[in-house]
């Protein structure tokens, strides 16, 4: 799974063609066009990325759109950019999805916002069924159990901040919890990938 940015300027328009992607509007507005679909994706907002389709992304007239892409790639196609001339592309991460994640079968890819306001309580410890790979929008901290299974609790734990602009790698068997600041709330953008018809979070019992 990859993790890019993608700038592209006011009115100016890229064309993406590659594996399933996601894609989110950090700033500025977008219109996405593959064939005869076509949206308009404002700051906030997300959509899918077909494979193997020639999807027009333009940025509005106004102002330049800063965005954040999730890509299923291969390892082989790892290092090729998602978009052409004039965006411009950062690679911010690329994680390995565990083999258990990619049986045969179908699968389910999924982007999720998810927002924990001040005084929230920290849900409780949990893992992927799968794999996710979180981008920071809004900063707090993570507590994780390095020696606890989905069984049980077991070692002790230790809490990390995390601020905006990180990324956090989420496979199967990464015991954790979130929480906001005690003056933030925290946000994350998620990218889920996980059996169809098997739950993505699994808790610890």
């Known amino acids: 799974m990859k993790l890019s940015r993608v700038s592209i300027g006011g009115g100016a328009t890229t064309v993406y ?14 219109t996405v066009t593959a064939a005869n679909d076509r949206r308009l994706i404002r700051s906030g907002e997300g959509t899918y990325l077909p ?3 020639d999807v027009a992304i333009q ?42 994640a990619v049986k ?43 020696s606890a299974t989905i069984d049980s609790l077991s ?15 989420e496979p199967y068997g990464f015991i954790h919890s979130w929480s906001p600041t005690a003056e933030t709330a925290l946000v994350l953008l998620q990218a889920n990938i996980s059996q169809e018809g098997v739950q993505e979070i699994i808790f610890v019992k």
């Open 51 to 53: 494979p193997e389709t």
């Open 17 to 30: 063609r590659g594996s399933h992607g996601m894609l989110y509007v950090l700033s500025g507005v977008v």
């Open 104 to 146: 045969p079968g179908p699968h389910e890819l999924s982007m999720t916002r998810v927002t924990l306001p001040v005084g929230a309580p920290k849900p409780r410890p949990h893992t992927r069924s799968g794999a996710a790979l979180y981008y920071v929008l809004g900063g707090g901290a993570i507590t994780i159990w390095p």
């Open 59 to 100: 940025a509005g007239m106004g102002e330049p759109a800063e965005l954040l892409q999730y890509q299923l790639v291969r390892s082989s196609d790892a290092s090729k950019p998602s978009m052409n001339a004039p965006a411009s592309v950062t690679d911010l991460h690329q994680m390995k999805i565990p083999a258990h």
């Open 155 to 169: 070692g002790e734990s230790r809490t990390e901040s995390r601020r905006a602009g990180d990324v956090q790698e």
